[in-house]
């Protein structure tokens, strides 16, 4: 049998349009299948597209994995990572007991005294610098239930704005986009759409590598009868690139120019809905004014791409009648990130193409359950897409949690995630407690990350399942169950929501993050205002009811979801509500659009500023269901490239590998596949240096330098690409700090989403040594 590593998308099963998707069951097994005690019901978590799979069991232990063949996502496929990942979970080098740090050296302990340690800092903080001195730092791999917590303790019970994901990381605008278009967070359209589209349009997005499976789905109808036309934008030639009919390969951080480009054709060759535009939209006066500065040959100087070619893709995209866009990190973690993300949406509203089968955008998600920070309030927005800017909707939260209004922090957004590490480098939160993730590795300019982890004025709380970069600098390390050691639910992006049931124990003395943040609050004593405990679940059950009960009536209603309901066998599409137990497919399939004063998630900002919309402002021009054109002129990047720094670094993900690799890296299968870092090259970049393929080489920013070996199959000139992924938990050197790319990556973010922007970084680079010459894993 073919490997799985190699044939990364599996067998193909060609249908053509209007059919269904044929049934292919993945399976990994490390026993014989006969050795199998039962089989768990669960989805993947190592991307966003919520494959169901079910986990086998033996002996206590998880053994495998099974693609689920009724589930609508997958239809029984799993990728490489969804195969091979779960055995990270039966690492040697999982946390079995929590740690302290005593004399300058993290020591095991119980965990009495390990939480006693994390109250005594909390209240010590909040006593002598309030609430607002604390600060919580999550993830995009928890529960639905566990955020849920986490809103509810953070906001409602130390009342602290300062909560944030790291979904802040890689799909922050996909939320931003989606509200300041449609005016709620939610992706509007069913994966089922790839099913009868006859057009995708692939923006910043390659699920070649970053979700398997839904490229599998893609390939299927690319090598099916009447196979779909494809347009990609991406600077390097990814294998999603390679299948396109119209590849635009821009220069980084031009998006805005290419897509006003690409609208411009659109107007100009009245291949505009006009009627939908008429009865459904508002701003279309001042788009159509701003992107007629931008005929093709404009955006030609500016981005790199053939006139010829964009308008072959205007054409391409003008002429369907069933169009499915997609973004992902190539817009968010960009240059204008939000605007240009709001662009691909007005491609999609300007040819009316919302809400009914085959005609939708997906603003992409990277994680398996950032859509969940954003439900639940465990980011920069409050629980079930309330707006903080609106008082009913803040009394509604307060009255659900029977806390005094003003207890929850709703005077500003709530802060979001590199704010909060400005707020602990100046001295003005000294509690940080991080979930689940590793900032030490995965924000940019690392250096600073580092120094700001071991200012002795903060106090480091890390909850997670390794002993990771991040918590090899805390003060208390927690030790946490993962994924198949606990229950809970979580949602992808096509809004679909599995229930994970828990199917052996976690190692040791580690615990669930949901029964870690219950204790917290309990030792705590954090009250509602008539004197009860303000968190009074047992079980994530419990913390279900309740979240899915503050749902009810917004647009990511799940009032009628239950976990009986989940445990059917395959992922349900909120909203799911009394007049819909079965889910809804498609959102907006009226036409009526979340937009209005009183139910909008957000009042929107100027995509190009960032300044925040008021109230008052907005309910004078309300658009009353009405989606929002959103127009953006291009603007060039603030870290040009010149004398010094030559070349442009964009940085991003490989297809074995996901986040900083605490899993996938202790997958034997996957971390054999790309057992290092490397440095992508163009021939020509490469050439006036000398360097050849596996040649090592040093590539340096303002910020730092990293070392790896070169590998020269670049395609765009004056481009460096390099994976984000490695980091130094199994650097044969430790204590050198040259093989994680973010020490290149500079403190900038989307002025809306206020996400990083990894994708554009001044760099240069020189030869170290010859292939020959260089030791594996000694750079």
Known sequence: MTSRVTDVWGARTPYGPGEPWPERVDQHLTVAESAVERWVPSACVLCSNGCGLDIAVADGRIVGVRGRAQDRVNRGRLGPKGLYGWQGNRSPERLTWPLVRVDGELRPTDWDTAMAAVVARSQHVIDRHGPLATAFYTSGQLFAEEYYAQALIARGGIGTPHLDGNTRLCTATSEWALIESFGSDGDPGAYEDIDVCDTLFVVGHNPAETQTVQWARILDRLHGPDRPSLVVVDPRATPTARQADVHLRLRPGTNVALLNAILHELIR??????????????????????????????????CGVPAADIRDAAHLLGRAERLVSTVLQGVYQSHQATAAAVQVNNVNLLRGMIGRPGRTVFQMNGQPTAQNTREAGANGTMPAFR????????????????????????????THALEIFRHCENGSVRFLWVTGTNPAVSLPELRRIRRIAEDERLFLVVSDAFLTETAQLADVVLPAALWGEKTGCYT?????????EQAVDPPGEARSDFAILLDYARRMDLRDQDGEPLVRWREPEDAWRDFTALTRGRPCDQSALTYATLRDGTGIQWPVTDAAPEGTPRLYSDHVFPTSADHCEDYGHDILTGGQNQEDEYRAHDPAGRARFKAAPYLPPHEPVDDDYPLQLTTGRTVHHFHTRTKTGRSPELQEAAPEMWIELTAEDAAPHGIRDGDLVRVYSRRGEVAAPAVVRGHRPGVVFAPFHYGYWDEAEPGRHTRAANELTRTEWDPVSKQPLYKQTAVRIEKVADARDVAPGRY
């Open 387 to 414: 707006n903080w800017q609106n008082d009913a909707h803040m009394r509604e939260l307060a009255d659900a949690w029977n806390v005094d209004v003003m207890r929850i922090p709703h005077w500003a957004p709530p």
């Open 269 to 302: 060759t009245e291949r505009v809905d006009t009627a939908f535009v008429r009865d459904h939209t508002v701003g279309y006066a001042e788009l159509r004014d701003t992107v007629a500065a931008y005929p093709p040959e404009t955006a030609e100087e500016i």
């Open 492 to 500: 992808n992006a096509d809004r679909t929501v599995h229930l994970s």
